[in-house]
T-cell receptor, first 114, second 118 residues
């Protein structure tokens, strides 16, 4: 099993450009999450999904959109990138209640917006 | 909204010593989970230990144990016989459990950078 994978690993964007980050999991998890990590901060929740076709906003959703068309994939979109979106982005997927909601994280994507 | 506070930005101990990392949280919820995650220089997030709020018994995982004080909203992590490989950022995290059985995403503290000296 590959676990949780993220594509790409690194990306540099110019202000105003758009991009999509792809997260894929092969553990048949229902829940998936997108977080961002800035220097000196813990991870902050951007959006999450509790199942195929459903999404919800987290703590810092502004400037991002998400889609969960397939259970195994969770996409994070930046329509018009801003320097404030320079960050490391982590995707995670979660086991159900019977397994204590342990979240499995991807390796992260480092995004720089110039 | 929940908040998680880690008051120790950095700690340094000698190898084989015991170290305790502090975490407090603020919530009005009664059903929730608490976690400690480790982030080594590789950046990978690794679950260290998990505690369910309704369980009074403190969780243990080998050299790692917690002191969960629900009334005080405190959740500290104790690492016994510390090893060089324990050097990492440690994050305390809170997860609200829904009445129907689902759960929110994690709310993280800002982290404690733990350095184990040889």
């Amino acid at each position: 099993n590959a676990g949780v994978t993220q594509t790409p690993k690194f990306r540099v964007l110019k202000t105003g450009q758009s991009m999509t980050l792809l997260c894929a999991q092969d553990m048949n998890h229902e829940y998936m999450y997108w977080y961002r990590q800035d220097p000196g901060m813990g991870l902050r929740l951007i959006h999450y999904s509790v199942g195929e076709g459903t999404t919800a906003k987290g703590e810092v959703p502004d400037g991002y959109n998400v889609s969960r068309l397939k259970k195994q994939n969770f996409l994070l979109g930046l329509e018009s990138a801003a320097p404030s979106q320079t960050s490391v982005y982590f995707c995670a997927s979660s086991r159900p209640r019977t397994s204590g909601y342990e979240q499995y994280f991807g390796p992260g994507t480092r995004l720089t917006v110039t | 909204a929940q908040t998680v506070t880690q008051s120790q930005p950095e700690m340094s101990v000698q190898e084989a010593e015991t170290v305790t990392l502090s975490c407090t949280y603020d919530t009005s919820e009664n059903n929730y989970y608490l976690f400690w995650y480790k982030q080594p220089p590789s950046r990978q997030m690794i679950l260290v230990i998990r505690q369910e709020a309704y369980k009074q018994q403190n969780a243990t995982e080998n050299r790692f144990s917690v002191n969960f004080q629900k009334a005080a909203k405190s959740f500290s992590l104790k690492i016994s016989d510390s090893q060089l490989g324990d050097t990492a950022m440690y994050f305390c995290a809170f997860m609200k459990q829904w009445t129907g059985g689902g759960a929110d995403g994690l709310t993280f503290g800002k982290g404690t950078h733990l350095i184990i000296q040889p």
